[in-house]
């Protein structure tokens, strides 16, 4: 297992201001993708606790991950599973790692309902930038598709600080978006009324 206290700053973007961030920073950096299968009950008692349960498929594994707030950022724990995602599959206790299970209890909810409800891919690019990571992406979910710009750091206010400026070089404005998981599931809703 791996914990991460996660301190990222992030901006959607549109089609025109994603191929500006990636010509100025990204011409040389290679493209992998990642898909990611969220987990919630049908009532979303984890997003009504503002966390968020996934499997993301990786090239050579999967991994599931929690996340749940934290005093700053979010808390995210991490765990590689042999569990093969898939929508609509229940998931059992027996496929969560003991340390999930624990912090699930906590949200008070029954676990037996949980069910993977949706997917999304994510072409991402990566580069380092001031010692922090820089994180463009381009991600497709229920025939729709969106650009985001993430900045992963360490230090929250030095962090904001850099992201800020890296904003200001395409003239915009910091305005905090939904999470990936959110804009699924609110996507979801408004094509589906659930």
């Known amino acids: ?80 599973t042999r569990v093969v995602p898939e929508l609509n599959k229940s998931i059992t206790t027996q496929m969560l790692p003991a340390e999930i299970i624990e912090q699930l209890e906590k949200m008070d909810f029954d676990l037996n309902q949980l069910v993977i409800l949706g997917a999304l891919t994510t072409e991402r690019l990566e580069k380092e930038v001031n010692g922090n990571l820089l994180v463009l992406d381009k991600s497709r979910y229920l025939d729709f598709e969106d650009f985001e710009l993430e900045f992963e750091v360490d230090d929250y206010d030095e962090g904001f600080k850099q992201f800020k400026n890296i904003l200001e070089q395409f003239n915009m404005q910091h305005e905090i978006p939904d999470n990936k998981v959110q804009r699924f599931f609110k996507r979801k809703s408004n094509l589906f009324g659930n």
């Not at 008692?45 to 996340?67: C, F, G, P």
Request: overall charge negative; aromatic content about 16%.
């Open 1 to 80: 297992m791996a914990t991460n206290n996660e301190i990222e700053f992030k901006q959607l973007l549109t089609q025109s201001q994603y191929q500006s961030i990636y010509k100025t920073y990204f011409q040389d950096v290679g493209t992998f993708s990642q898909t990611n299968y969220y987990i919630d009950t049908p009532q979303f008692d984890l997003k009504a606790h503002q966390s968020a349960l996934r499997i993301r498929v990786k090239d050579d594994y999967n991994e599931m991950t929690l996340k749940i707030p934290a005093e700053v950022g979010l808390m995210e724990y991490n765990f590689e």
